[in-house]
């Protein structure tokens, strides 16, 4: 399996010292006081240690180092990433998902150099992340926490119907000095799910729980309010209201393409395709021999299964859906 680890000091094995051969990414520095900075050089290397093949390492002014820096391992992988400005990359990208996350850091104030990725690829990686808003309903990318790192504010909390289960959801609000950070506290842990630039807290609590809730919309939604915080019980109840309405109107705006190719294949494969609620064109339809869903795009005439990585159009989900038939039987 994939797996990318990140953190300071949490990283073991690592080579003892900074590798000669490893490549330069890039350096940015933040800088919100001028008591209060920070200035990172980005360097890949390559590695044998502990089953990983690449390592993100930080070197930043030290006045405590003969030669004036210091350098960490702070990010590793096992995927064997066969281009060194891949490797970088997704390193860099998941390294400044989970700084967000841990540290509620906030955009690089600048671009000080640059190495293996140039100007516009170290913009663009940052584009994704401090788009407003950042959101990754399903952790696909932000690493899952034991707890939610330091003070935050409590939101609401709230039950969800997932499909097979009702399942109890606190709502959380991480503050940084220029970023907002909405945490969702349950069962499965502690987990970023989206952030935008900071505002008025009960605003923010308020855009980023709606944006959340309307990503899973269709598959998982609120039920009944448990705990008032920042939002209260009748705030809870507009919210839900105005993405409900919403999605009755999606669904029936989205039965006009019931003969989509892709929307009658996945019927006569007996997947239950049915409007997905959270935008006019989204269907939805069961993934094959899963208890999960997939989606299914009429537009493009295509569908999409996260879970199992696989896509395609009308005859690549009659081919899924046979092998699946094959496995089971
Ligand atoms: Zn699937």
């Known amino acids: 399996m994939t797996e990318f680890r990140f953190g300071y000091g949490e990283i073991e094995p690592v080579p003892r010292r900074f590798p000669r051969g490893a490549a330069f990414v890039g350096r940015v520095c933040w800088s919100w006081s001028p008591a209060h900075e920070r200035d990172h050089s980005y360097f890949v290397s390559q590695t044998r240690l502990g089953g990983n093949k690449w390592l993100l390492w930080v070197r930043r002014p030290s006045d405590d180092r003969p030669n004036g820096c210091y350098e960490a ?6 995927t064997a990433f066969d281009d060194l400005v891949e490797a970088a990359k997704a ?3 998941r390294f400044w998902i989970w700084s967000v996350a841990a540290e509620k850091i906030d955009r690089p104030h600048e671009i000080l150099s640059t190495g293996v990725l140039d100007e516009s690829e170290l913009d663009r990686i940052a584009d994704q992340i401090w788009d407003d808003p950042f959101l990754d309903p399903w952790s ?12 935050s504010q409590f939101v609401c909390a709230y039950d969800v119907w997932a499909g ?31 952030w935008h630039p900071r505002r008025d807290a009960k605003e923010s609590a308020r855009i980023l729980l709606e944006a959340f809730w309307r990503a899973r919309h269709g598959f998982i939604g609120p039920t ?13 109840q507009d919210l839900r209201d105005a993405i409900s309405g919403e999605t009755a109107a999606n669904e029936t705006a989205a039965l ?9 294949t996945a019927r006569e494969l007996g997947l239950n395709p049915r409007p997905a609620g959270h935008s006019p064109d989204a269907w939805m339809a069961s993934c094959p021999g899963t208890s999960h869903w997939l989606m299914i795009g009429p537009i493009t005439n295509e569908f999409g299964c996260g879970w ?8 690549e989900l009659s081919i899924f859906a046979e092998e699946r038939r094959h496995r089971r039987s």
């Open 140 to 151: 696909k990318l932000v690493p899952r926490f034991t707890s939610v790192p330091e003070v």
């Open 224 to 236: 009944e309010f448990l705990q008032a915080g920042l939002l209260d019980g009748g705030e809870f």
């Open 308 to 315: 199992c990585r696989r896509a395609g159009g009308p005859d």
């Open 164 to 194: 097979i289960d009702t399942v109890e959801e606190a709502a959380l609000l991480a503050r940084g000095s220029s970023i907002d950070v909405l945490w969702i506290e349950s069962i499965e842990g502690c987990r970023a799910v989206a």
């Open 256 to 264: 006009r393409h019931r003969d989509a190719p892709i929307v009658r």
């Open 91 to 93: 390193l860099l990208f």
């Open 73 to 78: 391992v702070v990010g590793a992988t096992n």
